[in-house]
Nanobody
Framework: QVQLVESGGGLVQAGGSLRLSCAAS????????MGWFRQAPGKEREFVAA???????????DSVKGRFTISRDNANNAKNTVYLQMNSLKPEDTAVYYC??????????????WGQGTQVTVSS
């Protein structure tokens, strides 16, 4: 079992930056592929970024590639946290961002563990 708590959302102007954090509890955190998804009003939830269990591989949606960076601190330093650094934000990045654990990279299918979400609003 993994419990996820996101933080770091807020209101920012276009071109600005935010860093989202996802604090995870549970001894199996370091074995999971972790990811971020987002859902804008009236739209389906979509994949944003993912990182494999040891941080050696990362994956991004085309819409955020080059602007967002996903990283993680595993149990070695007891932080159990996944980050999403978001730069050069655009109004279309406005959404609720969700942390997810145990997603399947091959299909970008989310795993069964979700955080409560954090709102990101980018003003033009």
């Amino acid at each position: 079992q993994v419990q996820l708590v996101e933080s770091g959302g807020g209101l920012v102007q276009a071109g600005g930056s935010l860093r989202l954090s996802c604090a995870a509890s549970g001894r199996t955190f370091s074995t999971y592929t972790m990811g971020w998804f987002r859902q804008a009003p009236g739209k389906e939830r979509e994949f944003v970024a993912a990182i494999n269990w040891n941080g050696g591989r990362t994956y991004y949606a085309d819409s955020v590639k080059g602007r967002f960076t996903i990283s993680r601190d595993n149990a070695n330093n007891a932080k159990n946290t996944v980050y999403l650094q978001m730069n050069s934000l655009k109004p279309e990045d406005t959404a609720v961002y969700y942390c997810n654990a145990d997603l399947t990279i091959a299909t970008m299918t989310p795993g069964g563990f979700w955080g409560q979400g954090t709102q990101v609003t980018v003003s033009s």
